[in-house]
RNA sequence: GGAGAGUUGGCAGAGUGGUAAUGCAGCGGAUUGCUAAUCCGUCAUCCCGUUAAAAGGAUGCACAGGUUCAAGUCCUGUACUCUCCGCCA
């Protein structure tokens, strides 16, 4: 959400940050809200001298006489009458306006790579060797036929197409990542937090998932309530409509939960294995820090340091993606995506990405603070990052550290959380 | 699932249908000076207005309705919190 202030006053760079992110104004027109807006204005100057009125007139029945009272509460009336008729076209009008307030965009930083899609996307770095074999290695697939590590048909028979059932070593190792990257963060100042995956809808808007991609999102209509496709939706309500102290912030959350997507509009693609899966486990970075760009801006290439030494202790090779103005979401102010080399398709595929929001979000959810210097209160700054997300996270990792016999290395850093192992295989 | 109690500003906490007390914290200012205290203003959103302020006004007491000239207060529904009972990993 954007402050209309500022779009009256940034028309120009507003319109120019629709377009670099792909809105065209049959898409989303500025004049009408704009326009709206100056409905919306004049109605409250009418109906609040309406109400100055009437609320003059009614403290003024209490010490009139009998005669008087009569006539002030049929006057009263009247004005109320007129008012509520006011009110009726204000309210009417300001729904409008909420609704198309709610489909503005963020608009992308000035550093961002302008695009059209994926296309217009920038690498920054590749991180890491691509590891060439002396043998003809096996995708994940194969890999955990061999090493009786999964139950994909038979879980699919139970639970349906893009589930995933894993077991022996290969579940450990899934949740041997999660507590591997909750300890680091834990070691950045973060706190720890179990949330949960279902939410009503309000802090779905609040994210910005809606009205964006309802498709993409589980629905229960028996109770009104959502499947959550990442801890980021909760750990953004959850202090919503607070304001905060100054000296509270930044708040660092790593937040851990299942999270549940349709995947709604990627039919055929990745749907065999661990790749896309409707229900996976996800270490999730959250920060909520001061308005400030300088502020956000530290905070956003700490998170990518933070999963890029995530990447470096898996010891898999990655690269850095600088996302473009066109593929970059709705909320997002900047994108960095991590992709990370899966060997048998001979690409890096997308497993960390790191955005931040800037204050759209906090506008959305009513998250302030209140200034130290001028005690005014501002809307806070929100980012986010994959910590780790599983089980896609598995596929590059033993993919890459695969031994010939189908056997897989485990990296050191890695080590403990496995109880000391350093192969895991079933000829072991 | 059943019964009861509750939800007031950043926090604490009054409020018997008639302009939301008071204290603490924050911010601004004044004053005295001795490391702090005192006093005043401000301290949720919006309108009008202004170079910027000020002054003025509207809204705001969990949310949504209703009754009334007038609702924090009365009525209805919903959400949430707490206590007890039931069920339960």
């Not at 639970?159 to 507590?179: F, P, Q, V």
């Not at 995506?337 to 790191?354: A, F, G, I, K, M």
Request: glycine share 6%.
């Amino acid at each position: 959400m954007l402050d209309i202030k500022f779009i009256l006053e940034n028309q120009k760079d507003v319109e120019e940050g629709l377009k670099k992110k792909g809105y065209t104004k049959n898409d989303l027109d500025i004049n009408e809200l704009i326009a709206l807006h100056k409905d919306i204005t004049k109605l409250k100057t009418s109906s609040q001298a309406l109400a100055e009125e009437k609320n003059k007139i009614s403290n003024s029945i209490k010490s009139a006489n009998v005669e008087e009272r009569q006539e002030l509460i049929n006057k009263s009336k009247a004005l109320g009458e007129e008012l509520k008729k006011e009110q009726e076209k204000l309210d009417a009008e300001q729904e409008k306006f909420k609704l198309l307030e709610l489909k503005m965009p963020n608009m992308p930083s000035p550093d961002a790579p302008v695009g059209p899609d994926d296309s217009g996307n920038v690498v920054r770095r590749k991180v890491g060797e691509i590891p060439h074999f002396d043998f003809k290695p096996r995708d994940h697939i194969e890999l955990m036929e061999i090493n009786d590590w999964s139950e994909m048909e038979r879980i699919a028979k139970i639970s349906g197409s893009r589930t995933y059932a894993i077991k022996n070593d290969l579940a450990k190792l899934e949740l041997a990542m999660h507590m591997m990257v909750l300890d680091k963060l834990r070691s950045h100042g973060f706190t720890v937090i179990t949330v949960p995956s279902i939410s009503k809808e309000k802090p779905l808007y609040g994210q910005g998932y809606l009205p964006f991609s309802r498709d993409e999102i589980y629905y229960m209509p028996e109770d009104d309530i959502y499947l959550s496709g990442t801890a980021e939706l909760i750990l953004n309500s959850l202090r919503a409509d607070e304001i905060l102290q100054e000296n509270e912030l930044p708040i660092l959350y790593a937040g851990f939960s299942p999270c549940f997507r349709r995947e709604a509009g990627a039919a055929g693609k990745d749907t065999r294995g661990l790749v896309r899966v409707h229900q996976f486990m996800k270490t999730e970075q959250f920060v909520i820090c001061k308005n400030d760009i300088a502020e956000s801006e530290k905070w956003h290439r700490k998170l990518l340091e933070i999963s890029e030494e995530v990447l470096q202790d898996l010891e898999l090779p990655y690269q850095v993606l600088d996302v473009c103005t066109g593929d970059m979401g709705a909320p997002k102010y900047r994108q960095y995506d991590l992709e990370t080399w899966v060997p048998s398709q001979n690409c890096y595929r997308e497993t960390h990405s790191c955005s931040n929001i800037t204050d759209w979000q906090a506008r959305r959810t009513n998250l302030r603070y209140r200034d130290n210097a001028d005690g005014k209160v501002k809307f806070a700054h929100t980012l986010n990052n994959t910590g780790i997300a599983t089980p896609r996270a598995l596929v590059p990792f033993i993919e890459n550290h695969q031994n010939a016999d189908g056997s897989v290395n485990i990296p050191i850093k890695l080590q403990p959380y496995m109880g000391g192992k350093k192969v895991i295989g079933k000829n072991l």
